[in-house]
C-alpha cells in the first residue's frame, strides 16, 4: 500500500494527503497523468512518459507546473520513500484549484501536482501472463480526443466492469465502424495469418503508448513485421495470437476474445518473445 504521496511540494502520510474541494481535477477531470513501471528499483521508460506527459498538458492548455528534471527528482522520491522495488508510479498534474466553472481560470492558477506509488508482485504477473488473459470486446463510447492521457476515465472503469462481469480481463473498445480502437487501459495487437503483428495507427482515438513504443522498438530488432492499421474482431477472432501492452502488463498475452479461444489457447510464440525482451529494449533509467 500507498505509504508516502506527493502533493505540491509536499510528502504526507497517506491519510493526510489532499487536494483543494474546488480542484478541477476533482469537479472536471482536468486533468493528465502518467503511470510509470518500476522495475528493480529503476524507472522503466521515463523519457517517453515525461514526454508524453508534457504533450497531454500542451493539447489541454495546462501550463508545465516544473521541469521534466525535477518531475524525474519526484518520482524518484516518490519511489524511494515508498520502498518501492518493482511496482508502479502514478504521476497526475491538475490544472489546478479555482471556483468551479466551465471556463479556465484567467489568470492561470498554480497547477496541482499529485504522485504515489504502489508496489507489484513480479511472480503473479509472470503467473497471469503464463496463462493469459479474456478480452470482452463492446462498443467504443468515449469522446473523440483519446490520444490525451486525461483522468476522465469513467467509460475506462465502465468498460472494465463489464468486462469483469462477463468473466474477462481487459475490455477492447470497437469503434461505429466495427473496428478495434484499444483496450480500457491498454493498446490492443493481433498475430495475422502471415505472421505480421497489427495494432490500430496513432490517431486520436488511442492513446499513443509508451510500452507500445517500446514494443515497436523491439520488433525492429527481432524483425518481426508490423502493420499499424485498424482491425475488426472478427480479424481477431481468427488471428493467432493477440496481447495487449501496457506500463502495468508490459507485453500480457491474450488467449480468449468474447469466450473464444484465440490461436490454440494459450500464450503465443511472438508474444512471448516479445515479453521477454521487453526490458532489454525498454529505457532503464538510474536512481
Known amino acids: 500500500m500507498t505509504r508516502i504521496v506527493y502533493v505540491n511540494g509536499r510528502y504526507l502520510r497517506y491519510r493526510a494527503a489532499q487536494v483543494h474541494a474546488e480542484d478541477r481535477g476533482f469537479q472536471l477531470a482536468d486533468a493528465v497523468y502518467e503511470v510509470i513501471e518500476v522495475r528493480g528499483g529503476q524507472l522503466v521508460d521515463e523519457t517517453r512518459h ?3 506527459l508534457s504533450r497531454s498538458l ?12 525535477a518531475l524525474g ?3 524518484r522520491q516518490t519511489m524511494l520513500r515508498n520502498r518501492i522495488e518493482n511496482g508502479l508510479v502514478y504521476l497526475q498534474v491538475t490544472r489546478g484549484a479555482a471556483p468551479r466553472d466551465f471556463l479556465f481560470p484567467s489568470p492561470p492558477v498554480r497547477p496541482t501536482v499529485v504522485c504515489l506509488a504502489r ?3 513480479p511472480a503473479r504477473l509472470e503467473a497471469r501472463a503464463a496463462a493469459g488473459i479474456a478480452v470482452k470486446t463492446m462498443p467504443d463510447f468515449r469522446w473523440a480526443r483519446s490520444d490525451i492521457k486525461t483522468v476522465m476515465l469513467l467509460p475506462a472503469c465502465l468498460a472494465k466492469e463489464a468486462a469483469r462481469a462477463a468473466g474477462a480481463d481487459e475490455a477492447w473498445f470497437v469503434d461505429r465502424q466495427g473496428f478495434v480502437t484499444e483496450g480500457a487501459s491498454s493498446n490492443a495487437w493481433i498475430l495475422d495469418a502471415r505472421d505480421r503483428l497489427v495494432t490500430h495507427p496513432r490517431e486520436t482515438t488511442i492513446l499513443a503508448g509508451v510500452a507500445r513504443a517500446t514494443v515497436i522498438d523491439v520488433l525492429a530488432e527481432a524483425g518481426v513485421d508490423l502493420i499499424e492499421r485498424p482491425f475488426r474482431v472478427a480479424e481477431a477472432l481468427a488471428a493467432r495470437e493477440a496481447f495487449i501492452t501496457s506500463a502495468s502488463a508490459t507485453v500480457m498475452p491474450v488467449v480468449k476474445i468474447d469466450g473464444t479461444a484465440i490461436g490454440d489457447g494459450r500464450p503465443g510464440r511472438v508474444t512471448q518473445l516479445l515479453r521477454s525482451r521487453f526490458h532489454q529494449v525498454a529505457e532503464i533509467s538510474s536512481r
Do not use: C, T, Y
Open 58 to 69: 500542451g493539447e489541454l492548455g495546462i501550463r508545465e507546473p516544473m521541469s521534466r528534471r
Open 50 to 52: 515525461l514526454a508524453r
Open 119 to 121: 508496489r507489484l508482485d
Open 73 to 75: 527528482l519526484v518520482l
